[in-house]
């Protein structure tokens, strides 16, 4: 051939994104990867990043190594901000146009307030490790605002957290925000005692994890109590303040809220002009292709996809085949085959609570406590990308667990200054 | 007795205010030991945090936790604004104001331009953790840059890398950017090649490193044009703006300029209303008392002490030796004693420059090159406070060395934003 490599561009360098760029490591196609982090991140153990478990760097790598010796692929820090499909271009956030053979679009999710975006400021969300970073200081503020404060009431609302949503992200940073409060920070303080602080999860739905199945949700959610979280379900938080939030008649005086009820697609999927679910994702062919564009792809949350009369769940698994098949599908076209349909092959679900506390369903074996905690733990370092964080994280958290401590209690930023770093309301 | 115990505050937790705190661990005193981090940072790693090689919590570990089980310590999170020695109060940010028996300042100094505060913008410091990761970004972002750029000349603006002043901070980071420019970096890119990157490292005086001998000095010169470091010694940089820095006539476009050239002592000193040195720190009495307080301390990087003829180096040893020297001097004026004066006890000077590169001057022995970094990563690894940073420390250092990667290479913030995180000036 003497033609010009077949370029593809991928936006997002998430778990589709990049499954999909390793998997077409072949000199007949030019990829061109864009994001506007200069990392992949290993978003299931973001949370232990937000708790002050992990450092930033342990859970993520920079893609320009991940894929510096893949030689057809060129890495852009960029923020894409507009699609062309009729042109086939991507726009960027300097207003350069990047043209394409095929697209992959697998620019992901971003936490959504369902028309409260006011409630933001007041209830951060956690999608990026700036969301991370900034959540570790404001919950770790908290501890030290309570010790300042004299009047009791205020002291109270410091040591008031409330958790939105009981996915596994909320239960997550529900059972470790406890455990910190109960074990990690017990002796540290000398005018309060952070073993009373008030540690809510707040579900407006029937049950925790409702992914899960009702014998295992039940599980978790005696754990979580064990762990001294207070757990309510049933009940939408329908207003979020600085001073705190309100649950049916209730408002109730708290410092900490945080957001983990919902995610909506990335805005970019509106570009496409293409029907959307009602989280703003695409409506993809079978094959993972956008309808009346076999040249553009979607993989990774940004993809709506039922299978089997339920949808695709939003996890790294999922991302990853979705990238892995996006990439077949390219070769396919290449080569004048046909595309197959996608099928999500479920290996199971797990989810994490707290220390020695997980719940794990793999088909019919279900299991919950200590041994699905180190089931939970074994599966996500063996995932993580690289020997080094594997390694380290393994070292931090043996440690951790040891000693109780969390190694990345750090808070940046000046003391006075509460907004920084980055302290936008993202 | 049944009077109050006497109450110490100290103000800093850095390496004078903790040794003094720990040495202070006596029922008879109450100490409250205020600083505006919530942690403990071990300042000589600091530049592996601003080259990717650390994570920030790596070097830093909370002041609750060190002082957890020392009853009579209380830790504030707050800023020290003023202080009233009249009244024996210091005023927190707030307003409020703590009254104190004996007082132990030790706030430490800060990054200074001498003048020259309009160029701050433009050549940020390192003191901070905030520092570290802000220039960890500008460093990286600018090969982003350069990748993207298409005009040849602001190219090489982006890969001119300038550090002024060459102490040991700008001798390490001068070092440590040229290995990362030569070797990290250099498949990652399509469009520029990282290891034409010009570091270049500025002293207005006639050598690097002058508190070394001569001899050493010519060392680490070698050394660091050795890792591709182009050294200009004798010259001022007499501007530096948003495009590059003037040296002698020329004007030389580079978008990353780093200020490495000299602290100042915390304004904080000048509250005390005694003589300060031309760099703002206190000149201390022998016993480290304030001339006319002797319930005043000062120690650390805000002490000004002369000995032998010779000042006392701002390094951590001279810190620790002061704090642990002003809890002994308490302790005699409580016993109703005579303090005696501090004596600076040299073990000897380390500076690392590079990968198997550094110098060290122990009284007569002299030694540079692989042993002398082997000795200087043994001494620092040693002294970091608490188990698992230095083994984790350790960890991440061998696998650094052994893939000439660096672990921590996350850029925070959005790629479109320079200015974030805590993208001020300071």
């Known amino acids: 051939m003497t033609s010009q490599p077949h370029h593809i561009v991928v936006v997002g360098g998430g778990f589709a994104g990049l499954w999909a760029t390793r998997a077409l490591d072949d000199p007949s196609v030019r990829i061109t990867l864009i994001d506007r982090r200069n990392h992949h991140l290993f978003q299931p153990l973001l949370y232990q990043v937000a708790t002050a478990g992990l ?3 342990d859970i993520a790598a920079p893609l320009r190594h991940i894929l510096d010796a893949q030689h057809n692929v060129e890495v852009r820090l960029a923020e894409v901000t507009d699609l062309h499909p009729q042109q086939r271009e991507v726009e960027l956030g300097d207003g350069t146009r990047v043209r394409y053979d095929t697209l992959l679009l697998a620019a992901g999710a971003t936490h959504a307030y369902f028309g409260n975006d006011h409630w933001a400021p007041f209830a951060p969300g956690l999608k990026t490790l700036d969301d991370a970073v900034r959540l570790r200081r404001k919950m770790l503020l908290a501890f030290e605002r309570a010790e300042m404060e004299t009047d009791p009431a205020k002291r109270d609302a410091w040591l008031n957290f409330a958790i939105v949503g009981a996915g596994p992200t909320g239960v997550e940073l529900a059972g470790t925000l406890a455990e910190i409060a109960r074990h990690t920070l017990k ?9 009373k602080a008030r540690v809510r999860l707040i579900e407006a739905g029937p049950r925790v994890l409702p992914s899960f199945p009702q014998d295992l949700t039940d599980k978790a959610r005696a754990q979580l109590e064990k762990l001294g979280v207070e757990v309510v379900t049933g009940t939408p938080v329908s207003d979020i303040n600085a001073e705190g939030y309100r649950l049916g008649e209730h408002f109730i005086a708290a410092k900490t809220v945080v957001w983990a009820a919902g995610v909506a697609a990335s805005p970019l999927a509106r570009a496409l002009g293409v029907p959307l679910d009602r989280a703003g994702r695409v409506l993809v062919q079978p ?8 040249e553009i792809f979607v993989g990774g949350d940004l993809a709506s996809v039922q299978q089997d009369g339920k949808p ?13 098949h996006i990439a077949r599908a390219i070769k396919a076209r290449l080569a004048g085959k046909p595309t197959t349909p996608f099928r999500y092959q479920d290996f199971g679900n797990l989810a994490t609570i707290g220390r020695m506390a997980a719940i794990v369903h793999l088909g019919k074996l279900k299991f919950s406590g200590p041994l699905a905690w180190w089931f939970w733990l074994a599966a996500h370092v063996y995932f993580l990308i690289g020997f080094r964080n594997r390694f380290v994280v393994l070292v931090n958290w043996a440690m951790a667990y040891i000693s109780y401590q969390r190694a990345a209690r750090i808070i940046f930023g000046d003391a006075h200054d509460e907004r920084k770093p980055g302290g936008d309301t993202r």
Chains 1, 2 share one sequence.
């Open 55 to 57: 450092s930033a760097p």
């Open 187 to 195: 002796d540290e303080f000398r005018h309060i005692d952070p073993r």
């Open 287 to 294: 094959d993972l292709s956008v309808p009346g564009h076999p």
């Open 312 to 324: 695709v769940p939003g996890v790294a698994p999922a991302a990853k085949q979705m990238g892995k």
